[in-house]
C-alpha cells in the first residue's frame, strides 16, 4: 500500500499557495514572498511550508521573525532551513557564526 504524502492531505489552493510563495523566494522577491505568506498563515496556520518560508522572507526584508512559531515548527527535514533563518536574522544560537 502508498503511503500517502502529505500533499495529498492539501487542496489545491493550499498547493498553488505554497507554490506561489516559492516562486517568489527563488526570484528573490522577497516583500512579495512575505506578504504572500502571511495572507496564507491567515488561512492555514499551521501549515510549516508556508510558516518556514514565511519566517525566510521575514528575516531577509528585516521584518522581527516568529521564533516560537519557526521553532515549533521544527522537524529533522528543516533543522538546516530553520538554522540558516534565525542565522539571516541574527539570532543564530550560542556557537553558531
Do not use: S
Not at 528573490?28 to 492555514?44: D, P, Y
Amino acid at each position: 500500500m502508498r503511503t500517502r504524502l502529505k500533499r495529498d492531505e492539501m487542496t489545491m489552493d493550499q498547493i498553488i499557495a505554497i507554490g506561489l510563495v516559492w516562486g517568489h523566494l527563488r526570484a528573490r522577491q522577497f516583500e512579495e514572498a512575505f506578504l504572500l505568506a502571511k495572507g496564507c498563515l491567515l488561512v492555514w496556520p499551521e501549515e510549516r511550508n508556508l510558516i518556514l518560508m514565511h519566517a525566510y522572507a521575514a528575516a531577509e526584508v528585516l521584518e522581527p521573525v516568529d521564533t516560537e512559531r519557526l521553532l515549533a515548527a521544527r522537524t529533522a527535514a528543516c533543522d538546516a532551513w530553520i538554522t540558516m533563518v534565525l542565522r539571516r536574522a541574527g539570532m543564530a544560537p550560542k556557537g553558531q557564526p
